[in-house]
């Protein structure tokens, strides 16, 4: 089945210790998402890439940085984890067309719950 | 940017039970998505509903584009329709960032 893949599920890191997840889809979508979730919130957005192109929101801190090497795969960099990046991270992807908006169904992976020590 | 409200924030059934939830929007928006977040986390595409009624078995969605407003029907609850239901919606100028509500959480006991 096609689908969105995130790993690990489970990420402890400590305090300052660059940390990196992964996301990976087989539905070949052109748009890819990131978004953090804190406890008992909404899913809040941090970047998307459209193809190639990176889209970081404005409240988003300096301290998270995504790659996307290609279609299939893009990255969460969390350069120095404080105790309030806890979190759960979701990734997301849709296929969308240039010029003409939001159109599609966004699918969300299963997340990757985030805990800093 | 839009803003999304939803109610009630909690809502607790008897198993059997039918329930509506209600998303509201601030302004009009051209991609309108129900989810269902489980106790894993994982969040469950249920309706892209930008428009028009949809069902999916016991499951069923209304949007109301020119009032803004879009509702999910849920007829006879089971326990695992328990968890957190999400909706979120985008508009042309978004640019593909979908805002959430902050949801409804739901119970359902046996």
């Known amino acids: 089945d096609a689908m969105v893949i995130q790993n690990p599920r489970y990420q402890v890191t400590q305090f300052g210790k660059p940390v990196t997840l992964s996301c990976s889809q087989t539905?070949?979508?052109?748009?890819m998402y990131w978004y953090q979730q804190k406890s008992s919130q909404a899913p809040k957005l941090l970047f998307h890439y459209y193809d190639k192109d990176f889209n970081n929101e404005a409240d988003t801190p300096d301290n998270f940085q995504s790659r996307r090497p290609n279609t299939s795969f893009c990255f969460l960099d969390i350069r120095s984890p404080g105790l309030g990046d806890a979190a759960m991270y979701l990734c997301?992807?849709?296929?969308?067309?240039?010029?003409?908006?939001?159109?599609?169904?966004?699918?969300f992976g299963p997340g990757t719950r985030l805990l800093v020590l | 940017g839009i803003q999304v409200e939803q109610s009630p924030p909690d809502l607790i059934l008897q198993e059997g039970a039918n329930s509506t939830l209600r998303c509201n929007f601030s302004?009009?928006?051209?991609?309108l998505q129900w989810f269902h977040q489980n106790p894993w986390g994982q969040l469950i595409n249920l309706f892209y509903i930008p428009s028009g009624t949809k069902q999916n078995g016991r499951l069923s969605a209304t949007t109301v584009a020119t009032e803004r407003y879009s509702l999910l029907y849920i007829s006879s609850s089971q326990t695992t329709d328990s968890g957190v239901y999400f909706c979120?919606?985008?508009?042309?100028?978004?640019?593909?960032?979908?805002?959430f509500g902050s949801g409804t959480r739901l119970l359902v006991r046996p």
């Open positions: 539905l070949n979508h052109n748009v």
């Open positions: 302004d009009s928006v051209n991609n």
């Open positions: 979120a919606g985008s508009t042309w100028d978004s640019s593909y960032k979908l805002i």
């Open positions: 997301a992807t849709s296929r969308e067309r240039r010029g003409q908006g939001p159109q599609e169904t966004q699918y």
